[in-house]
């Protein structure tokens, strides 16, 4: 058997997705993951040593997807504040999506992510990450006055909660929700601005 | 038996606590109660026509008590600016202490909570109440520019969600949690400055 030749870590996960999706979390074990990719569980066991290191692997592979769009928008040009702005209304409009499109799964990751306390935190900090990013932009460009870029990304962060952490879901679908994102923005916005920029 | 002319709504509410406290949320019954009390548990009923009703009204209470400390806040005279943040800390303040006062009956009163959105919804729309009329006082003393200053009261509330929301109380341990209200709480205030007043 070469099959290690072709199954690659990537792989496994994309069947694992596929796999929780049609059993559910509770249920789907790494038996029916060797199956479905058509190898032995010790050929997935060699890439993930447990369950637990493959779960975690979904996990983080899921909040990875966040980051990519979101870096587009690090990484280009032009004035900081639009670019802030369109990278909160990306971020909570991808995690809006995710649960809408599909709950069941968006409550399976959910599930899995609970469990991966570093994956969770590693995405948090890449994402505030990327938010200093544009904070020291908008300082360079002379639009934003901010006294400590760090602190001041993970109060953007905190301050956007609601709209982007799953605990607050259930409120993801409130009528006065994009009139509540306005606000939250505007305010934020206006606290970063430079003097004399209003 | 004239046991009615003394057993009073408030008095039923306090003995439920006790019983909450020692029986737990899922053991606690209406018959519990009105032993304490040494009633009837018709008597009970009275009052409160359902152990679903009893519950409610425990709930409100529970939400109740954060706001008499709050609207001492808000009917104080002085700066805005310096009133709301005290507001916030003290919001945040009060139900961190609950928490870790007593964790189990944090758990129970949350549960409780959940079941009472009609008890929670207007604790939420009371504290944004509060928040508005001091953000109004600041529009009036010229120290804070506001377009809609109802709109914006909410932003405030949603925006500091992170600190006084229960579904992020297993974060309000964290070392740095002081720091990142300071910088929120710094980020709100600028945000709703009056130009020339920095």
Redesign the interface.
Do not use: N
């Given at each position: 058997m070469n099959e290690t030749l072709v199954l690659t870590p990537e792989r496994i996960l994309e069947v694992t997705e596929d796999v929780l999706r049609r059993y559910g979390l509770a249920k789907a074990t790494v038996v029916d993951v060797a199956r479905a990719l058509d190898v032995s569980h010790g050929s997935v066991y060699r890439h993930f040593p447990s369950k637990a290191s493959l779960r975690q692997a979904v996990a983080k592979r899921w909040l990875d997807r966040f980051n990519a769009p979101l870096q587009k928008i690090v990484d280009a040009s032009g004035p900081a504040p639009a670019r802030l702005e369109r990278w909160l209304r990306t971020l909570f409009a991808n995690k809006h999506k995710k649960l809408s499109d599909d709950p069941e799964m968006f409550a399976t990751y959910l599930a899995l992510a609970q469990e991966a306390c570093q994956a969770v935190s590693s995405h948090k900090e890449c994402l505030c990450d990327q938010v200093e990013r544009i904070l020291a932009d908008g300082v360079k460009q002379g639009a934003f006055e901010i006294a400590?870029v760090k602190?001041?990304s993970?109060?953007?962060f905190?301050?956007?909660?609601?709209f982007h952490?799953p605990?607050?879901s259930e409120e993801w679908n409130d009528a006065g929700l994009a009139?509540?994102i306005?606000?939250?923005l505007?305010?934020?916005?206006?606290?970063?601005e430079a003097?004399g920029k209003?």
């Open positions: 400590d602190a001041t993970r109060a953007v905190d301050a956007t909660i609601r952490h605990a607050h009139a509540r306005d606000a939250v505007a305010l934020l916005l206006r606290g970063l003097p209003r």
